[in-house]
Each structure stands twice: as structure tokens, then as C-alpha cells.
Nanobody, 118 residues
Framework: QVQVVESGGGLVQPGGSLRLSCAAS????????MGWYRQAPGKQRELVAV???????TTADSVKGRFTISRDSAKNTVYLQMNSLKAEDTAVYYC????????????WGQGTQVTVSS
């Protein structure tokens, strides 16, 4: 089992920045790709960014150039640096950890609220 805990959400003004953190614990050897998804009210959960064990990243077009995902493998932690935030970035952000060996197996954090408003 892998436990996933997010932190770093909050209220920020448009144009501001936030950094989200997600720490994974448990069976560390099972950790594969790590990433962030978000879900706004009335919308489906969508991919924001994901980073593989080798550091390869995939970022949604809607946040490309503003958000950066990074990973500290020694700490089993993934970060999402969010700059130039917009009102449409308001959502609950969820950390996702893929199982390294079991296809389809994944773990989710409890979610952290990000609100962009003046």
C-alpha cells in the first residue's frame, strides 16, 4: 500500500503563485509515476501534470508555461509550482501515484483546495 498526502493549497489572487506538495509513503518500491489532477465544481477530474520515474513530464496545454511539476525521488515527493494563476485554475487538486508494477493500480490523496480570486 502507498499513502498519499497533499499540502500547499489555499486562496491566492489572480496572477499569484502557489506550490503544492505531495508526499508518498508505504511500499516505496511500488511507486511509479506521480502526478496532479484537478476537479472544478461541476466538471470532470482532469490531468494537470505527471512526472515519470525517469523525470519525463507531461503537462496539460491549459497550464503549460505556468505550472511546473518536479519530483524529489529521495523524499518520494512531487511538487506542483503554479505561477500566473487564473480564476479558472480554481479547483480541488489531487495527487496521484501510479503503482510501478501493477497496471491500473493507483493511489489518490485527499485533495487540496486551490482558490484563485480577488
Amino acid at each position: 500500500q502507498v499513502q498519499v498526502v497533499e499540502s500547499g493549497g489555499g486562496l491566492v489572487q489572480p496572477g499569484g503563485s502557489l506550490r503544492l506538495s505531495c508526499a508518498a509513503s508505504g511500499i516505496i518500491s511500488s511507486i511509479g509515476a506521480m502526478g496532479w489532477y484537478r476537479q472544478a465544481p461541476g466538471k470532470q477530474r482532469e490531468l494537470v501534470a505527471v512526472i515519470a520515474r525517469d523525470g519525463t513530464t507531461t503537462t496539460a496545454d491549459s497550464v503549460k508555461g505556468r505550472f511546473t511539476i518536479s519530483r524529489d525521488s529521495a523524499k518520494n515527493t512531487v511538487y506542483l509550482q503554479m505561477n500566473s494563476l487564473k480564476a479558472e485554475d480554481t479547483a480541488v487538486y489531487y495527487c496521484n501515484v501510479k503503482h510501478r508494477y501493477i497496471l491500473g493500480a493507483e493511489y489518490w490523496g485527499q485533495g487540496t483546495q486551490v482558490t484563485v480570486s480577488s
